[in-house]
């Protein structure tokens, strides 16, 4: 699906890489379940050097595929791929990796946790990175970067995560428990679940900015159009059952929870030097865990203010790339 | 379903009275339809006075009864029914008046101008009301208040759109249609629509008030007790047809239709002295049109700022309650 951070991409410079599969043979699952065999899909981009310190790792954002990152990469881009080598990686459950879609039988609950483990496994055993300069992502991505500092505080010295959580709220929950919902509404009822997704890319739509954004971006007249696209979208885009299994994920998602559900031990389990970015009007991924783990942990924190919501990276792009370059050109 | 404007409702002085029906024959619809025979529920309160001056007319919001208003009324109260002799009305689709859940066979699609035609019947033929000294209402109340301006002006000296909107944005039309979807997606796959209802009303709670407002109320903690809310609500609350067919209503509401949409004619068609009352951070009605209407035409506004968004009127009770009080005080 086309998403907002492609506003990011410009038209030269694009870093381009060929999609490449690690198979994972049991993966062991945060629930105690075991994937027999996982296929993670990844890019690579620049060369790691000697040394092994200039790793960088990004998974994808919800429902997201990691051709979309390209555009935040290259030579001059807010990852400079001239200096570091950059790892994406299709996160479980988005229909290139492991997934409900492409994997016969059932496929059994993944969670935040288990896209990090995955990740590990395909740098330390496939890609032999042995630490990583940074993790970093967006929105999930943001997710699975919080929970890399905690699940791998000694592998990363450096964590980006861009409008992410490090537990979701009843806000954040309410609405994909509403996305949720309408995809299980349909499959109880035996219809296909894709024509769920009308009513969950609306709703996704509607959560993606602020009402007062898309009032300016999109008049009352071409509201036709949009819905076009959304239809358009739901007919050609993510497959339901991966929707749903990355929705699952993401609403379990809550790094306090190795750590008796406190924010401060979580956040003094945290080894990395972290740049927090946040959108302070997101109205997808609420920002309240993220900057309640920077006070409690002193990370730094950059503020994405205008009304873009969680669409704030693409609109604030000047002022996010700028900070995240120097954040992470340092040594 | 439970609203958040019941939080106006007091305990103590609570204007109570019975459900009344009138029948009206022969509805002529917007559409070119005519409904042969359509009952409208509605309450009264108060006296009509001698010279038949003191009337005020409140239709109910999107998917409310009349009985959920008595909070706002009473002696004393924001409108005193010492003073006025106030008719508070089921809007058509609301269950109680005709509506598709109500009706044997096919129910005609609706409009916010049915709604406020029915109402129109109500008074003159059935009341005995031969003007208003006020129209209001909240949220789709609201939307019939706009409405009432210019399909009836010569009727109307005061107006009171609360959180209501003179046509829709694209932000609004992007949650309706979510909600609209997810039932319409049930019913396609043969399943009951009311299978539907978790979804929408998860939506609906999403939209309601700000995601901020959502966190500081429901820490994650309590999230299940509010899922199991809006699930009981899901059984037992408006019957999911009636919800779709005032879902199209308000989808399409614009009282600039008769004048070419232009709002500088719709608002030049008002003859009513109008307070709008709007909610800078209303997240399910958006304010951009009444806020134009009102620069256009000169109305009153009163701005409600706090982070409740669409509750922004039971939040903020006391400011609005004086100001509306003291509006309708005016000779």
Redesign the interface.
Same mark, same amino acid.
């Given at each position: 699906m086309k998403s907002l951070f492609l506003l990011l991409a410009a038209p030269v410079l694009l870093a381009q890489s060929g999609q490449k599969f690690a198979e994972l043979r049991n993966l062991r699952l945060e629930s105690g379940q075991t994937l027999a065999a996982c296929r993670v899909g990844y890019r690579t981009y620049g060369k790691l050097n000697t040394a092994g310190t200039n790793a960088i790792l990004w998974p994808t954002w919800f429902s997201g595929k990691t051709d979309q990152l390209e555009g935040f990469l290259g030579p001059g881009k807010m990852v400079d791929t001239g200096k570091f080598y950059v790892i994406t990686v299709d996160a479980l459950g988005n229909g290139v990796s492991c997934s409900p879609s492409n994997t016969p039988g059932t496929f059994p609950a993944i969670t935040i946790k288990d896209m990090v483990d995955s990740e590990y496994r395909l740098l330390t055993e496939q890609l032999g990175v042995k630490s990583l300069h940074a993790v970093m992502g967006i929105s999930m991505g943001g997710m699975q970067t919080f929970q890399w500092m905690v699940a791998y505080p000694g592998f990363v010295r450096r964590a980006v995560p861009i409008v992410g959580s490090a /537990?979701?709220?009843? &806000? @954040?929950? =309410?609405?994909w %428990?509403?996305? =949720?919902? +309408?995809i299980e +509404?349909?499959q /109880? +009822?035996?219809? @296909?679940p894709r024509? &769920?997704m #009308?009513?969950?890319l *609306?709703?996704h739509? $509607? *959560?993606l900015s602020? #009402? %007062?954004h898309?009032?300016n /971006?999109? #008049?009352?007249a071409? $509201?036709p159009a949009?819905?076009q696209t959304l239809q358009e979208n739901a007919r050609t885009g993510m497959d339901p059952r991966d929707w749903a299994a990355q929705l699952r994920a993401m609403m379990a998602h @809550?790094v306090t929870k190795p750590f008796g559900g406190s924010m401060e031990k979580a956040g003094a389990a945290v080894h990395a030097k972290v740049l927090a970015v946040v959108a302070l009007q @997101?109205?997808m991924v609420?920002p +309240?865990s993220a900057l309640q783990m920077a006070e409690t942990a002193g990370f730094e924190v950059l503020r994405l203010t205008g009304d873009c919501g969680h669409g704030a990276p693409g609109c604030e792009s000047a002022k996010m790339n700028a900070a995240v370059a120097e954040f992470l050109a340092r040594p």
């Open positions: /537990k979701l709220t009843s &806000a @954040d929950l =309410l609405l %428990q509403a996305e =949720l919902s +309408a +509404a349909v /109880k +009822a035996g219809g @296909d024509t &769920a #009308p009513a969950v *609306a709703m739509e $509607f *959560a602020t #009402p %007062q898309e009032v /971006k999109t #008049p009352a071409g $509201f949009l819905l @809550d @997101d109205h609420n +309240a």
